[in-house]
């Protein structure tokens, strides 16, 4: 699936998994002492969100990261970056944030924080040397290293460091799927799923659950201090178990046509114990500070 690909429905599904499993995360990496450190005095904090959906990055990230922060969007699909409005206001909304549009785009206001919001459509494959790093504090991204090749991370990682930016990676899978309980099936469909996730998905050959690890040693080499934290999913709930089964079952069963009994088998009875199943999926936050 390229990264384009995801729907909007997925991103609303998963966002508060990414949101409890950012709170585990949180309390050993210092975003906003970071944020202090790279605003350099009263400027406001400039931020790239790669890859950005439908901004559910800058909902978790801009009351943590405080003070006047200036966001650019970047997505390749005009469907989401269409959406952006309408998810910001709603989330405004709940929140009891002030948001307001102009002819630039948007102004979020939280209590202790703000933020003006600009969206651009690029291709971060093809396009990557158009965006504007130069003018950037902080670059970030969240569930996108682990779908993107090692040279695509070493040509990202060059240009920010170019510029002396932290960077700030979220949620990417490490490989860690666990069932409870554990029935027959739940490792091929694993390794299978797992295989799968390397494919390529518009930038090469992706990086899969190695991405963490081959993230944190490259941006080491680069000078960068690197700090990690497990932002794990627990998922126990029946609607976002269903949509893991499915999404896995039929990436086993793409990845490997002659498992197609087993892997059958298994979506049949995970499907039917979804009220009384639990799942864990690692993934790890990165924080870089050059």
């Known amino acids: 699936m390229a990264v384009s690909g995801f ?27 970071m944020a202090t450190r790279m605003r350099r005095g009263a400027r406001p904090l400039e ?22 922060q200036r966001w650019l969007l970047v997505d390749n699909d005009p469907q989401l970056l269409a959406a952006l409005p309408g998810v910001f206001a709603a989330w405004s909304r709940a929140q009891g944030f002030v948001l ?19 969206w651009l459509r690029a291709d971060l494959v ?25 040279s695509w991370l070493d040509a990202l990682f060059e240009r920010v460091r170019r510029t002396n930016a932290a960077m700030f990676f979220a949620l990417s899978v490490d490989g860690r799927v666990q069932w409870d309980p554990a029935v027959e099936g739940d490792e091929i469909v694993r390794q299978l799923f797992t295989a799968h996730q390397r494919r390529d ?13 081959m993230a944190s040693a490259r941006l080491a080499a680069l000078g960068y201090g690197v700090a ?49 199943s639990r799942m864990h999926v690692g993934h790890v936050d990165l924080l870089a500070l050059p």
């Open 7 to 33: 729907s909007a429905e997925w991103l609303a599904l998963r966002e508060p998994y990414d949101l409890t499993a950012r709170a585990e995360a949180a309390a050993a990496l210092d975003l906003r002492g």
């Open 47 to 68: 931020v790239l969100d790669l890859a950005c959906g439908t901004g559910a990055n800058l909902r978790a990230l801009a009351p943590r990261l405080g003070d006047a």
């Open 100 to 118: 307001r549009a102009d002819a630039e785009g948007l102004h979020l206001e939280g209590p202790d924080w703000h933020a003006d919001v600009r």
């Open 126 to 150: 093809s396009a990557l040397d158009d965006l504007p790093f130069a003018n950037m504090q902080l670059v970030t991204a969240a569930a996108l290293l682990d779908l993107v090749s090692a």
């Open 201 to 213: 998905k518009g930038f090469g050959v992706a990086l899969g659950g190695q991405a963490p690890a």
């Open 228 to 276: 990690q934290a497990c932002s794990n999913w627990l998922i126990e709930e029946p609607a976002m178990l269903q949509a893991m089964i499915d999404g896995m079952s039929s990436a086993a069963l793409e990845q490997g046509p002659d498992t197609q009994a087993l892997v059958r088998a298994w979506r049949a009875w995970r499907g039917m114990s979804t009220t009384r």
